[in-house]
């Protein structure tokens, strides 16, 4: 079968496919329907190759635009959402005097809770730091009715945070803390300036995080 061949010379690589093919199946005629077959198939493939790129193309675009449009409808519907929350927010925190509200859209309003907080946490006489934290629990406590978080007590509330919507949960927990036991020792609770002024401090970092000072 293999007498043709002479080692010395090149052959044609679709006669050598033809003998191994006899080798195997035994019949040339069938192997040439396959080769005619299998080149046929390859020819229609890459003749459709633009084509179907084209639509594959086509199809991811199209594909791209109707997910761009829903994630920026999602991205206004939360932004709404956020802006229609601190406005009740504000409204909460910030009393409303004179028949007006405090709060001006555009511009920073001072936040006059808070700003009797800083007015007993500066002052000389020790019982007042006490009062600026239990002042500043208060502002805590209306922050976490408008999340609308269940519970009856702050602590409670705090316990139903989810913790990727509230950034300085562990700073409310241990403000709150201190708080709990500023109310419950009184008088016998020993508290610094320094010390009140800290717990302040965790205070302002939560209201903040909500802009609400």
Do not use: C
């Amino acid at each position: 079968m293999f007498t043709n061949l002479d080692p010395l010379h090149s052959y044609d690589p679709i006669e050598i496919l033809r003998v191994i093919y006899r080798l195997f199946f035994g019949g040339a005629n069938n192997a040439t329907d396959w080769a005619s077959k299998t080149h046929d198939a390859l020819a229609s493939f890459f003749s459709a190759l633009p084509l179907n790129l084209i639509n594959l193309f086509a199809r991811y675009v199209v594909f791209s635009l109707f997910l761009s449009l829903g994630l920026f409808i999602l991205i206004i519907i939360y932004s709404k959402r956020e802006e229609e929350m601190k406005d009740k927010l504000m409204k909460r925190v910030l009393p409303i005097s004179g028949g007006q509200n405090n709060e001006i859209k555009g511009a920073i309003m001072e936040n006059p809770k808070w700003k009797i907080v800083e007015e007993h946490i500066d002052s000389e006489d020790a019982s007042k730091w006490k009062l600026a934290i239990l002042e500043a629990d208060i502002i805590l406590s209306e922050l976490l009715d408008t999340l609308n978080l269940p519970g009856e007590s702050v602590g409670e509330k705090l316990k139903n945070v989810e913790t990727s919507d509230f950034d300085h949960i562990e700073e409310a927990w241990e403000a709150h803390k201190i708080r709990n036991a500023i109310a419950h020792q009184g008088s016998d609770f020993l508290l610094t300036q320094r010390e009140a002024k800290r717990v302040v401090g965790l205070y302002k970092t939560v209201f903040s995080e909500f802009e609400i000072i």
